[in-house]
Each structure stands twice: as C-alpha cells, then as structure tokens.
C-alpha cells in the first residue's frame, strides 16, 4: 500500500510518496511540466531509464536525458556545467522539471543544478538506494565536492515531489543497501525509541527487503526527516541530530579516503561511538548503547574498529590522534572545537555537545582504535 509523507514548509511544502511500482507517470500527473530532463547515473540508466522516461512520455511530457557515471567523483563542478549545457542544448526554460533518477549522487548534483539553473528551476527526487529515500532525496540539501573537501559548495533547494518506488530497492547490492539501514537505525535512536524496537524485532525481514515493513520503515524515516526540516530548513540548531554518529563518521572517511569505507558503514561506527560517549556524558543507559553495537551488528553493519572492512595501509588513519584531527581540519569546521549529538534515552537526544578530550580518546580506544 502506497504511503504519503508531506514536508510542511509552507509554500515549499511537498509529498514525499512510497510506494511499490509506482510509475513516474504518477509524478508527472502532480507535477505537470511541458518538459522534463532525467539526470541519472549509468547503472541506473541501464536498470530504470527507459520506463522512467517511457512512464513519463506518456504523461505528455518532452524528455531529454542525461546521464553521467556512477560515484562520488561525479558530484563535481565539471558535471554541474555538463549538465547546465545539456540544459541548454534541450531547450529548458524556467517550466521545465529535472527528475533526479537514482541515488544521493545524482540526487545532489541534479538538485545543484535545479538550484542554480535559470537562477532556479523546479525538480522532482526519484530516490532509487535506501539512503537517498530515506535521507538525501528528503530535506532540499543538494551540492557537489571540491577537491578540498565534500559538499563545500551547495544550496537549499527543495524538490517538488518524492517519489519512491521501493521495487528499486531489489536490484541494489547488499553492501549498498546495508549502509542504508545505518541511517535507517539513526532515526530509531533520534527520534523513534518503537521504530528501533521494530528493527530490532525484524532483522531477517529487513535483510530480505520485506516490501509491507520497508515502506512503513521508510514512511517513518521520512516523517522524522520531514518533522525535522519543517522545523529547521536550514539547519540553525535541530537538524544538526540528523547527524547523530557523523562527527566521527565524517573523520573516518576523511582519513581513509572516501569509498573504501561506505558512508554507513562509518556512520555505523560513530553511533557506537556517539553512543558510548552518550553513556559516559549524558546518562544514556549502557544497555541500550550495548542495543544500538547489536542491532547494527545484527544488521551487518560495522560496530567496532574489529569488525570494519578490510583497510589495508590505509587503516592506520584509525589511530585516535588522526581521527581527532580531522574533526578540526574538516573545511565546515576548521580550527572549531568538535560538537556531538548524544543520546539521552534511545528515541531522545541533544545536540552542539562538547565532550572532554580523555572521554573522547578512552571510548574510541575502548572500541579498538
Ligand atoms: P550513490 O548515489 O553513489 O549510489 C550508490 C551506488 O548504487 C551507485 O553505484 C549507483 O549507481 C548504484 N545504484 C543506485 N540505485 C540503484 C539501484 N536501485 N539498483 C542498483 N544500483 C543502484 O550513493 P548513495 O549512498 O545513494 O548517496 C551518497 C551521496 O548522498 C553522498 O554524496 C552524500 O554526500 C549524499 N548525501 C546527501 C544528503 C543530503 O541531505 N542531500 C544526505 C545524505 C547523503
Ligand atoms: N543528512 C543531513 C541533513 O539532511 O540535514
């Protein structure tokens, strides 16, 4: 059964919709434009390109298609203005649509693009990895790299319309999809102390993409997000517990170079981390840290410095004094004294805590660092 999601944000507010099999003609009927161009990336192109655009055709649209390769490298100035002359040469003008088909890469480049395009132009985010419905696809943050770091340059620019279909999800590979649940278990600890019970009751049906449990998995990951952006679109205070695990999580892919660990692998590691640094500082119970190591354990997710994928040389950036380093030398952040979010109860935290340097050295250690 399909689902509706809505971000309210007044006249920026739009419905996030979830769903098995949902045709992008559907899209097309609630967000009619004269034209429209699917950015995507080669993969997905391959899987879902052709019905996307066929879906859309029939709605009455003009298509145009661009597709750029798969991967991080890809969110980068070059392809912003590929993509802004591939705009031009269709035609585009400010009524036209570009639909985002695929995961955060595309989701935040082709969002970048909308943004800036014709000084702005509508989009519309068809999220096709766990991580992108649940997180990226939601929210209007969109932005490339620099070579001096991730996501410097950027702005907020929210889509019209999401449009999830979780039949996607069963062509994503099982390490892709896994990284997704780490952010899916964030919200359990954010916001959500019975989705996180849910989880931990459904761990195989989760692993098996059980299409009735995700859509009301992601339906509920998206009704925190949404509650979250409603109340701080750009992020002056609440939606920093979005990155509850990220501190450390954004220093460890800093230091081990970015796709050798997966984002939610290293996000896994810093909610254990967090988590642990949670009991030390604000009275979170250690039973229910020890829940969040089993639950992503269970889930195949990383929870220690044990239990991370294979780093060769590059695992020396594990060391304590590296990783610290990061937290500061991170451009968003340089020279700032490192802020967490940290668990009270699991369902409950606060945010823009600093937590003394021996706490922070001890737990990391304690997880094998
Ligand atoms: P991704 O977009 O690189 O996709 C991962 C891989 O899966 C790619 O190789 C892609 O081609 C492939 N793929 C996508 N859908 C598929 C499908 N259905 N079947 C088979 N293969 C498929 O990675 P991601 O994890 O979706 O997104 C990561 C990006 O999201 C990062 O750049 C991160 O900065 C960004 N992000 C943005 C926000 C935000 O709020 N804007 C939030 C979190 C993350
Ligand atoms: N992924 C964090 C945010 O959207 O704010």
Same mark, same amino acid.
């Given at each position: 059964?399909?689902?509706?999601?809505?971000?309210e944000?007044?006249?920026?507010?739009?419905?996030?919709?979830?769903?098995?099999?949902?045709?992008?003609?559907?899209?097309?009927?609630?967000?009619?434009?004269?034209?429209?161009?699917? &950015?995507?990336?080669?993969?997905?192109?391959?899987? /879902? !390109?052709?019905?996307?655009? +066929? =879906? #859309?055709?029939?709605?009455?649209?003009?298509?145009?298609?661009?597709?750029?390769?798969?991967?991080?490298?890809?969110?980068?100035?070059?392809?912003?203005?590929?993509?802004?002359?591939?705009?031009?040469?269709?035609?585009?003008?400010?009524?036209?649509?570009i639909?985002?088909?695929?995961?955060?890469?595309?989701?935040?480049?082709?969002?970048?693009?909308?943004?800036?395009?014709?000084?702005?132009?509508?989009?519309?985010?068809?999220?096709?990895?766990?991580?992108?419905?649940?997180?990226?696809?939601?929210?209007?943050?969109?932005?490339?790299?620099?070579?001096?770091?991730?996501?410097?340059?950027?702005?907020?620019?929210?889509?019209?319309e999401?449009?999830?279909?979780?039949?996607?999800?069963?062509?994503?590979?099982?390490?892709?999809? &896994?990284c997704?649940?780490?952010?899916?278990?964030? /919200? !359990?600890?954010?916001?959500? +102390? =019975? #989705?996180?019970?849910?989880?931990?009751?459904?761990?195989?049906?989760?692993?098996?993409?059980?299409?009735?449990?995700?859509?009301?998995?992601?339906?509920?990951c998206?009704?925190?997000?949404?509650?979250?952006?409603?109340?701080?679109?750009?992020?002056g205070?609440?939606r920093?517990?979005l990155?509850?695990?990220?501190?450390?999580?954004?220093?460890?892919?800093?230091?081990?170079?970015?796709?050798?660990?997966?984002?939610?692998?290293?996000?896994?590691?810093?909610?254990?981390?967090?988590?642990?640094?949670?009991?030390?500082?604000?009275?979170?119970?250690?039973?229910?840290?020890?829940?969040?190591?089993?639950?992503?354990?269970?889930?195949?997710?990383?929870?220690?410095?044990?239990?991370?994928?294979?780093?060769?040389?590059?695992?020396?950036?594990?060391?304590?004094?590296?990783?610290?380093?990061?937290?500061?030398?991170?451009?968003?952040?340089?020279?700032?004294?490192?802020?967490?979010?940290?668990?009270?109860?699991?369902?409950?935290?606060?945010?823009?805590?600093?937590?003394?340097?021996?706490?922070?050295?001890?737990?990391?250690?304690?997880?094998?660092?």
């Amino acid at each position: 059964m399909a689902r509706t999601v809505t971000v309210e944000l007044a006249e920026r507010s739009y419905d996030i919709r979830i769903g098995s099999g949902l045709p992008a003609s559907q899209m097309a009927a609630t967000v009619p434009a004269p034209h429209v161009l699917i &950015v995507t990336d080669r993969n997905v192109d391959t899987l /879902y !390109g052709d019905r996307t655009e +066929a =879906a #859309l055709r029939k709605a009455g649209a003009t298509i145009s298609r661009a597709v750029v390769p798969a991967g991080e490298e890809t969110k980068s100035e070059g392809w912003v203005f590929k993509l802004y002359e591939k705009a031009v040469a269709a035609g585009l003008d400010r009524t036209a649509l570009i639909a985002a088909l695929g995961g955060g890469v595309v989701g935040d480049l082709a969002g970048f693009v909308a943004a800036t395009y014709l000084r702005g132009i509508r989009y519309v985010q068809i999220p096709t990895t766990l991580l992108a419905m649940v997180d990226s696809s939601v929210g209007g943050k969109t932005g490339i790299n620099l070579p001096a770091g991730k996501n410097l340059v950027g702005a907020f620019h929210q889509p019209s319309e999401v449009l999830v279909d979780l039949d996607t999800l069963r062509t994503l590979s099982r390490r892709e999809y &896994v990284c997704g649940l780490a952010e899916v278990v964030k /919200y !359990g600890v954010i916001a959500d +102390a =019975a #989705l996180f019970s849910t989880l931990e009751s459904n761990t195989e049906a989760l692993l098996a993409r059980d299409p009735a449990l995700l859509t009301d998995i992601v339906a509920r990951c998206c009704e925190v997000k949404a509650e979250v952006v409603s109340k701080d679109e750009r992020e002056g205070g609440l939606r920093a517990i979005l990155n509850f695990g990220h501190t450390l999580a954004h220093a460890l892919e800093n230091q081990l170079g970015y796709g050798r660990l997966l984002h939610g692998e290293a996000v896994a590691v810093g909610m254990v981390f967090a988590a642990r640094v949670s009991v030390a500082q604000c009275g979170f119970p250690a039973d229910e840290a020890g829940r969040v190591s089993r639950l992503l354990e269970a889930l195949g997710l990383p929870a220690s410095v044990r239990t991370l994928p294979d780093l060769g040389a590059s695992a020396e950036g594990l060391a304590w004094r590296p990783l610290r380093q990061a937290m500061t030398t991170d451009k968003k952040v340089r020279g700032a004294t490192p802020r967490f979010v940290l668990a009270e109860r699991l369902g409950t935290v606060v945010f823009g805590r600093q937590v003394p340097e021996d706490v922070l050295a001890a737990e990391w250690v304690k997880m094998g660092g």
